[in-house]
Structures are given as C-alpha cells and as structure tokens.
C-alpha cells in the first residue's frame, strides 16, 4: 500500500480524512515513516491495536506494513472475556490504544508500561508477552479475530501480500475511479479495513474515516438512525460497505423522505443473506445496492456483484484471482486461503478454504448462497431444512426487519419476527406467512410465530459483528417462548 501512496498521488492531494483533520499523501507518509521507526527502535515484532476509526488507525496500521511488524486489530466492542483471551492467546509484545485502562484489564498480572510515540491521541503500552500465546504462521503480517459463533475470538492469520491482492482484485472489479469512501464499519473489521482502506488507496481515492460515536454506533449493533443518515450526507461519499441490516437503516429513512445522495456509486452490502425484496427497494429509492460474499479466511471478499455485472438473489461473481468450487453442496475456496489460524499448527498451509457454506454457480458465473452448512435444522420427521432458505423467502418484501427460524427435532418451523413498523398489525403478519408459505415445501413452512417486542439487534450478543445470527444462543435466550409454541393446538403467538 505504501508504494501505491507514492505512485498514485501528488504529495499535497488528500487521501484521508477523520472527524478532525485531512492529511495529504506527503503528510501520511511521512508520519507513516516516523512511526515505523520508533516502533522498530522498540523492538517490536507483533503490535495489538485497539482503536476507534481514524487516521490515527491508519497511520498505524500502514506503519506497520513498512516496518514488516504484525498487526492485530481488536474490536473495541469485543467484550471484556473476549480482550482478555485475545491477549492471552495473542503473540503481541505491544499494544496501541484509545483507552489504556481497557488493555491493562485484560493483561492480568503481566506488567506494561507507557512509551511516548507520535501515533496522534494514541497510547503506546510495551508489556510482556502471554507464557500461553500461540504460535503465528510464517509471513503473517495481520490477524483478523472473527467473534464466531460462540462468542470466543478466533485469529485468521494472513499476509500483507495477500491483502494487496485482494484489495487490487476489488478495485479491478468495481472500476470506481478516485473513489471518496466514507467508512461506516469499525475498521478492525477485516471488510473495511480492505475494501474500505486499502482498494481505494490502489484507485488514487480518498477515505474518509470519521469516529463511530459520529456515525451513531454504540457497541456492535445499536445504530442512531438519524445520525447514520446525516453521516452519509454530510460526507457525500462516492462509495460506502453496510451490513444487511444497515442497509434496512437506509431503506427505510429513503422510504421516510431521506434523498439517496446523487455522489454513491457503490453501495456493497454483505456479512449476511440480503433479502431479494431489500435490494429491490434499495434500487427503486437510488440507493445503488450490490451483494457481496466473503469470509476472514479467503481474506475477505470472495465474490460480488458491480453495476457491470450483477444478478440480482446472488452474490455476484467470483473475484478474478479465486477459484470455487463445490463440493457436496460446500463452496470450497482456492487462490488466496488463509496462512492458518494462530494457535493452530494443523490449520497452517492450507491451499483450500471449505467454507462451510452451502451454495451453487449458476449457469451464468454468479455465486448462490443457500445457508450454513451446520445450521441444517432436521425436523423430527427426518426432513432436512436450511433455516436460512426459510428466513429468506420470509424476508423477501420489507414488511419484517428481522426473521429466525427454529424447528430443529421438532414437528414443524415456527419463526421469531422482529416488524420494520410497529403499527403492523398481527393479521397483516399472517397474511405474509400465509403467502410466503405457499411457495415453501408443507415441511418448510412456519406453521406459528412470535412477534418480538423488541429487535434481536438490540439484545446484546444475539448478533455477530457483521450483523449474522449466533443461533444457539437465541435458541437458548428465547427456549420458554420457543416451547410455548410446540402446545397441541396451533394457535397464532404474538405479544
């Protein structure tokens, strides 16, 4: 990325700028090089970074590619047990924070201390390595955690080799010229930090990179609506990455008067199924909405739809420097696989990612995602049903936000719905079902349901990062109300 800052720009163009400030291309580099230098006088081998958007983030992130120093950025709304057992498990000799207090909790005994560096508002704490940490494979030059879902980190090591590639492979696909990226997801979130950072520094753009208390997120998964759309225009972005359910965000304010900016080009959306209906909306209000699939250990993107070429209810094609394949239903991924994940001698050298995801190529190159693999619901009837199948096809008009399907050894599917509009009524609700249900399978169809009071989204850890289910633990949150579904009589639950 640093030879792209010297080619791609003049010393006194912008490439970035935060809540704060803009710093051209000449200013960048070098705060880029006066960091890289402390941070190597320092002795330091593998750096934690733990930080809210910024420049400052991207100073240091860029810093340690040119000073060949493995970075490892941690979510700040991982959980206190989640900080611990990455910087437990974590080779990291150093860590660069906006909130000292946090990481000194999560060292336990070992000692730190503070070191004065010019990383900006940035802390520097040096402190003694994890007696535990795991071994990182060789050439690994950034590892990404993934929540997972059972809620412990999981380190996907990959190399800065590997990123560039990936970013280059999503600036050719895309074609945007000088893009002005506004970035909306954290950026220790593997999907901005390459789509959002690196594809539009290969394309001369520039990123803007505001707080995400100015964008209205608070934790993971509670936006303020109003904030997020003024964000957006007060940016003017050319480009912007959402996660389905920021995408519903956007639809609705676009259904309530909000004026989809004449400046967005591209508007990837991924980290979960995107409901057909959505997207539908999306483009009848301006919005130009495009779904994406990925995962952490393809190094991100893995296919996508552009606006030259893009079929709506997939994900797109393959990006030209991958292979797929499928195997017994499973997307299997080749080309640019993870170096393994840390702590995990056994998953290095991988030459083929088996996603775990279950999908086709159709016959014209794009990409079908038809679920999880492991999420396959066997009904007590021996049928086998894919929730997400179910869920999609419930999701298909924008009358619900949210849909989870549960039936696992049970006689029939019941489903958990979350309403975009409050005055919706019960009958309106069924009358979905009922329609929905027409075009399902008799052992797929949701014989009942029960109306949320309030969003999934707004239950702490029932979502991952990137918005998807953690089904087990709804299964397990929601088991009373789940069961009172299951009585001889089949009587319609709302509340």
Known sequence: MLSQLESQYRPDQVVARDSTRA????????????????????????LALRADNGIDWLMVDLACQMASICLIPIPGFFSAGQLEHILEEAPADACICDDPAAIEAGLGKRSNKRVSISAGTLSLMLFTPSTIAGPLPPGTGKVTFTSGSTGTPK??????LQLQQQAKALAEAVKLSSPRHLCLLPLSTLL??????????????????????EIGFSGSSTVDAQAFVQTISRYQPTSIILTPQLLVLLVTAASNGWQALNSLQFVAVGGGKVPPGLMAEAHQRGIPAF????????????????PAHSQPGTCGHPLAHLQLDIEEGEIVVRGNAMLGYLGEPASFGQSAIH?????IINEQGYVVINGRKKNLLISSFGRNINPEWVESEM????????????????????????LRS?????????????RVNLRLPDYARVKRWHRLSRPLSSHPNLLTSNGR???????TQFASLVDSLYPQSCQVESA
């Not at 779904?291 to 552009?306: D, I, M, Q, R």
């Not at 996603?355 to 999908?359: K, P, R, V």
């Not at 289910?469 to 299964?475: G, P, Q, S």
């Open 23 to 46: 710093i051209t291309a000449g200013e960048l580099l070098e705060s880029i090089s006066t960091l890289a230098d402390q941070l190597s006088e320092l002795k330091i081998n593998v």
């Open 155 to 160: 380190g996907v090591c990959l190399s800065n």
């Open 192 to 213: 901005e930090n390459v789509a959002g950072i690196y594809s539009p520094l290969f394309c001369g753009g520039e990123v803007i990179l505001p707080g995400l208390a």
């Open 291 to 306: 779904e994406g699939y990925g995962l952490s250990e393809c190094a991100s993107v893995v296919s996508l739809n552009t």
């Open 355 to 359: 996603t775990g995801d279950l999908g």
């Open 395 to 418: 999701l298909s008009q924008p009358l619900l936000s949210e849909c989870v399907v549960l039936g696992d050894a049970r006689p029939y599917c019941v489903a958990l719905l979350s």
């Open 422 to 434: 409050s005055q919706t009524g019960d009958d309106v609700i069924q009358r979905h079902v009922d």
């Open 469 to 475: 289910l953690r089904r087990e633990l709804i299964a």
